[in-house]
């Protein structure tokens, strides 16, 4: 009996002097918390009682998190957290590093490095710096960010969402909800794509393997161009008709394996508007005017004209005018130090409420005044605006002139989407060989790409070293 003693000593000293991480093993659910300026984990049960009591309760203020039982984080600082036991973990709040759980996770609150889960994700809110990966529905509701990787046999954006997702998207399906959008920075490997939401992405980004449907709407980032290959696809896995990118249609060329998909001029019917671009102010706005044809009277009764705005920003909204086919564009907020973008598009709907694809659509690129220059409050609608020069190479110390070839009387708003790099300066009349418009500066200031925006037209400016 003695020595069965001195072993369990020995061993309960060896257990004291080891660091472990910290595992719950109550069949409690387990909550995670601040109390004063440390994070503590106790039973739920326990953060209930009215009387704090320090023997119920771990401190784990920085420290890696195991636990076997359903886990609730609201507050507090932590290292990794890992959920096993198939249980369950609900974030709410607090910082944290990698988070892993055989369970599902619900996030709705707190900075996490990182998620992955062997079944369900739904974020609500909170901020994920890293990856996300759900080996079952990846679900994504409101106005969120994720920094690395999306990867999940089912990706849902939610009716009402923005997405932003700074990495790789890997899914088996990607729906895209009414009224949300998806805004892609890296490239997108997917099997199907349903609509009828927005996935805004690179051109050349994405990959479909099996099929789209219900008319997702397709936003290509930067400038899109006639001429453009927007996406590839699996032989005869997608029509030209079965995604809408506005202002555009599409035609499909096969080669080495694949389906490319380009874009061309609209031709036919349909709707098209009285500016390609709008630039303003901070609290101004602009009013774009509509054109149909046929006239109303000849097409099908109830079909409709829609406008709609593709923001990621949040800083612009919409008033349409149903009487005579116009949208007022509003700007909220400061002007601010960089630029903001958005896209307006009008189209043709049915009695139902769905696109007539076989119609044209028109689209207006709309940008805040940023870095450089102001428009008044009323805003400032810039038409056939084209730049002679679609990109250039600057010494840092040098300047080139670029010419914004229009008949417009007050010249178009130019800024800077990095000051840092190149700077663009005040326009000024010109007329010449034929031309007429405004002649605006570019100043090299450090190494490195920008775009130069000037009336929606955006011209890239590389600055190499050198004087």
Same mark, same amino acid.
Request: hydrophobic letters at 35%.
């Given at each position: 009996?003695?020595?069965?003693?001195?072993?369990?000593?020995?061993?309960?000293?060896?257990?004291?002097?080891?660091?472990?991480?910290?595992?719950?093993?109550?069949? /409690?659910?387990?909550?995670?918390?601040?109390?004063?300026?440390?994070?503590?984990?106790?039973?739920?049960?326990?953060?209930?009682? %009215?009387?704090? %009591?320090?023997?119920?309760?771990?401190?784990?203020?920085? =420290?890696?998190?195991?636990?076997?039982?359903?886990?609730?984080?609201?507050?507090?600082?932590?290292? /990794?957290?890992?959920?096993?036991?198939?249980?369950?973990?609900?974030?709410?709040?607090?910082?944290?590093?990698?988070?892993?759980?055989?369970?599902?996770?619900?996030?709705?609150?707190?900075?996490?490095?990182?998620?992955?889960?062997? =079944? !369900?994700?739904?974020?609500?809110?909170?901020?994920? =710096?890293?990856?996300? =990966?759900?080996?079952?529905?990846?679900?994504?509701?409101?106005?969120?960010?994720? *920094?690395?990787?999306?990867?999940?046999?089912?990706?849902?954006?939610?009716?009402?969402?923005?997405?932003?997702?700074?990495?790789?998207?890997?899914?088996?399906?990607?729906?895209?909800?009414?009224?949300?959008?998806?805004?892609?920075?890296?490239?997108?490997?997917?099997?199907?794509?349903?609509?009828?939401?927005?996935?805004?992405?690179?051109?050349? /980004?994405?990959?479909?393997?099996?099929?789209?449907?219900?008319?997702?709407?397709?936003?290509?980032?930067?400038?899109?161009?006639?001429?453009?290959?927007?996406?590839?696809?699996?032989?005869?896995?997608?029509?030209?008709?079965?995604?809408?990118?506005?202002?555009?249609?599409?035609?499909?060329?096969?080669?080495?394996?694949?389906?490319?998909?380009?874009?061309?001029?609209?031709?036919?019917?349909?709707?098209?508007? !009285?500016?390609?671009?709008?630039?303003?102010?901070?609290?101004?706005?602009?009013?774009?005017?509509?054109?149909?044809?046929?006239?109303?009277?000849?097409?099908?009764?109830?079909?409709?004209?829609?406008?709609?705005?593709?923001?990621?920003?949040?800083?612009?909204?919409?008033?349409?005018?149903?009487?005579?086919?116009?949208?007022?564009?509003?700007?909220?907020?400061?002007?601010?130090?960089?630029?903001?973008?958005?896209?307006?598009?009008?189209?043709?709907?049915?009695?139902?409420?769905?696109?007539?694809?076989?119609?044209?659509?028109?689209?207006?690129?709309?940008?805040?005044?940023?870095?450089?220059?102001?428009?008044?409050?009323?805003?400032?609608?810039?038409?056939?605006?084209?730049?002679?020069?679609?990109?250039?190479?600057?010494?840092?110390?040098?300047?080139?002139?670029?010419?914004?070839?229009?008949?417009?009387?007050?010249?178009?708003?130019?800024?800077?989407?990095?000051?840092?790099?190149?700077?663009?300066?005040?326009?000024?009349?010109?007329?010449?060989?034929?031309?007429?418009?405004?002649?605006?500066?570019?100043?090299?200031?450090?190494?490195?790409?920008?775009?130069?925006?000037?009336?929606?037209?955006?011209?890239?400016?590389?600055?190499?070293? *050198?004087?």
């Amino acid at each position: 009996m003695k020595k069965m003693l001195a072993w369990v000593m020995s061993l309960s000293v060896l257990l004291l002097i080891i660091p472990v991480s910290v595992s719950a093993v109550s069949s /409690d659910t387990q909550v995670i918390n601040k109390h004063g300026s440390y994070t503590y984990m106790g039973a739920y049960s326990d953060w209930e009682d %009215d009387h704090w %009591d320090s023997d119920n309760f771990t401190d784990v203020t920085g =420290e890696d998190v195991d636990c076997s039982d359903t886990l609730i984080i609201k507050g507090g600082k932590l290292g /990794d957290v890992e959920v096993s036991n198939d249980a369950d973990l609900s974030i709410y709040g607090g910082t944290m590093d990698d988070v892993s759980c055989n369970g599902s996770i619900s996030m709705s609150g707190g900075t996490a490095n990182s998620l992955q889960s062997d =079944e !369900d994700i739904d974020i609500s809110g909170g901020k994920v =710096e890293g990856g996300v =990966e759900a080996e079952d529905w990846l679900t994504l509701i409101g106005r969120l960010s994720v *920094g690395g990787l999306m990867d999940a046999e089912t990706i849902a954006v939610k009716p009402g969402s923005t997405v932003t997702a700074s990495g790789r998207i890997d899914a088996d399906t990607l729906n895209v909800e009414n009224d949300t959008q998806l805004v892609a920075a890296s490239t997108l490997n997917i099997g199907t794509i349903t609509g009828p939401g927005t996935l805004t992405f690179n051109a050349g /980004d994405l990959t479909v393997v099996s099929h789209v449907s219900d008319n997702p709407v397709f936003n290509i980032s930067g400038t899109p161009k006639v001429g453009m290959t927007i996406f590839k696809a699996k032989p005869d896995a997608v029509s030209v008709h079965d995604a809408i990118v506005f202002g555009y249609s599409l035609a499909k060329t096969s080669s080495g394996g694949y389906d490319y998909f380009t874009l061309t001029s609209p031709t036919g019917s349909g709707v098209t508007l !009285d500016t390609s671009s709008i630039s303003m102010n901070s609290g101004g706005y602009a009013t774009v005017k509509a054109t149909v044809t046929p006239s109303p009277s000849e097409l099908a009764v109830g079909t409709q004209l829609r406008w709609k705005l593709i923001d990621s920003s949040a800083r612009f909204s919409i008033a349409p005018d149903t009487s005579n086919n116009t949208c007022k564009i509003y700007l909220s907020g400061s002007a601010g130090t960089s630029a903001s973008t958005a896209t307006l598009a009008v189209y043709l709907v049915d009695s139902s409420g769905d696109i007539l694809s076989a119609y044209k659509s028109g689209i207006c690129s709309v940008i805040s005044s940023g870095i450089i220059g102001s428009v008044p409050s009323t805003g400032v609608v810039n038409t056939g605006i084209t730049l002679d020069t679609a990109s250039v190479n600057i010494k840092r110390g040098n300047s080139y002139f670029v010419l914004a070839v229009t008949d417009a009387k007050t010249p178009p708003v130019q800024m800077s989407y990095n000051s840092a790099i190149a700077v663009v300066g005040k326009a000024a009349a010109y007329s010449k060989n034929g031309k007429t418009g405004w002649l605006y500066p570019v100043k090299a200031v450090s190494t490195g790409s920008v775009t130069i925006n000037i009336g929606g037209q955006k011209m890239i400016a590389s600055v190499t070293s *050198g004087g």
